[in-house]
């Protein structure tokens, strides 16, 4: 079957940096995809890797090990803004998304 | 508009009504999707359409329906809803699929409740 594990839950402290790991075992890969979903607000495009190594976005860097079917949202200079929760997903040999169930982020002052 | 609408925000229904739960997209997308999201599970696809006059089935399409008449719409139906069905939907659209998809811009999301 197919497979995204990702971290239930975190927390951080604001300023801080965080990773959250995203382990994939799908049937194909053609990409995988970080978004961020705020608390009853929709999830929002942050960042896709389809070549191993990093993606620099401002705050936000993605990596990916394509050989090892991990990947990582590594987030700087927390915000409280940045409590939400990260989902990865997986685009399959079917061209089909794939998601995990999402980390939820928790910032502490 | 700008983006994605759904309506209706959300819903209680009885169970064995008939729901339509309605998507619009302003973006000229090829693609679009129907999401639901339940709590510790991961978004599921339950229909897709790659372009207009075109539908597949996803990952849960049991007891769900959907039609794509134009680009701009794609509502999914339910035909007579069940307690399990109770989730938040997301309708969600991408400018291309397949080889070349791109990244998929999602709706507010519909909360159902089906009682």
């Known amino acids: 079957g197919q497979n995204i594990d990702q971290p239930t839950e975190m927390t951080a402290t604001e300023g801080a940096i965080v990773q959250i790991n995203c382990t994939y075992q799908?049937?194909?890969?053609?990409?995988l995809f970080w978004y961020q979903q705020h608390a009853g607000e929709a999830p929002t495009f942050l960042s896709y890797?389809?070549l191993d190594g990093l993606e620099e976005k401002g705050r936000f860097s993605s990596f990916l090990s394509r050989s090892k079917g991990y990947s990582y949202l590594l987030l700087k200079e927390l915000q409280m803004k940045d409590s939400a929760s990260y989902l990865c997903?997986?685009?399959?040999?079917?061209?089909?998304?794939?998601w995990g169930a999402g980390t939820k982020l928790i910032i502490k002052p | 508009i700008a983006g994605i609408t759904q309506a209706p925000t959300s819903q209680i229904l009885a169970a064995g009504r008939r729901m339509t739960l309605r998507c619009t997209q302003d973006m000229r997308h090829n693609a679009m999707y129907w999401y639901r999201q339940d709590l510790g599970l991961g978004l599921r696809l339950i229909h897709y359409s790659n372009t207009a006059g075109t539908t597949g089935k996803g990952e849960v399409p049991d007891g769900y329906s959907v039609s794509r008449a134009n680009t701009d719409d794609f509502p999914l139906t339910l035909a007579s809803a069940v307690p399990s069905q109770t989730s938040v939907y997301f309708c969600?659209?991408?400018?291309?699929?397949?080889?070349?998809?791109?990244?998929?811009?999602f709706g507010p999301g519909t909360r159902l409740t089906v009682l």
């Open positions: 969600a659209s991408s400018r291309t699929s397949g080889e070349n998809t791109d990244t998929q811009y």
């Open positions: 799908t049937s194909g890969f053609n990409g």
């Open positions: 997903a997986v685009l399959d040999s079917n061209y089909q998304l794939i």
């Open positions: 890797n389809v």
